[in-house]
């Protein structure tokens, strides 16, 4: 009887689990789209680094001189920083070619995407790359050298090690 309890209690559970999961990605997803819309109407710009299947995000922007980071976890802020900094639309923002960034594709990886109005025109582009090749990379265009040296200095990519730090601590 023991082992017919076990046998059905399992699957039952690990359905609901992988549901949650579902759930919270879903949640997320849909909240980084809402993060993001939101920081393009406010101030012009907003950048991010997201998976398809994480329930975490990273979406960033850059107004009056500082950078302002937000970790979306389960659809939820779980973390926001400041920090003074050059804004990236001062460096000239190029048509960027697939062929730049294609020695990182990865299609199964994360999308690092910006989007930024300028004179009234929305420049959007949606790049699936492996982060870490796209942070050791040299690019012909100072806009995107710009990006990796925020990426790697303010470690934009490193959000499931800041989400169980965050965790940890509270």
């Known amino acids: 009887m023991k082992h017919f309890l076990f046998l059905f209690i ?10 949650t999961f579902k759930h919270n990605i879903q949640k997320n997803k849909k909240f980084t ?29 850059y107004i009056d001189g500082k950078i ?20 990236i639309s001062d460096y000239k923002i190029p048509v960027i070619p697939d062929k730049e960034v294609k020695n990182c594709y990865e299609l199964d990886g994360d999308i690092l995407g910006f989007k930024i109005n300028e004179n009234d025109q929305l420049l959007q582009k949606d790049f699936p790359v492996n982060i870490q090749c796209f942070t050791n990379e040299k690019f012909s265009s100072l806009f995107l050298n710009k990006l990796v040296e925020d990426i790697s200095s303010y ?14 601590t509270n």
Do not use: H
């Open 68 to 87: 302002k980071i937000y970790r979306l976890v389960n659809g939820k802020v779980s973390m926001q920083n400041e920090f003074p900094d050059k804004r």
């Open 33 to 61: 789209k809402e993060m993001t819309s939101s920081l393009l109407r406010k101030n012009g710009n907003v950048f991010y680094i997201k998976s398809s299947y994480a329930t975490y995000s990273t979406v960033w922007t």
């Open 155 to 168: 470690k934009l990519e490193d959000i499931s090690e800041k989400v169980k730090k965050a965790k940890s």
């Open 10 to 19: 399992m699957p039952v559970i690990f359905c609901m689990s992988c549901s």
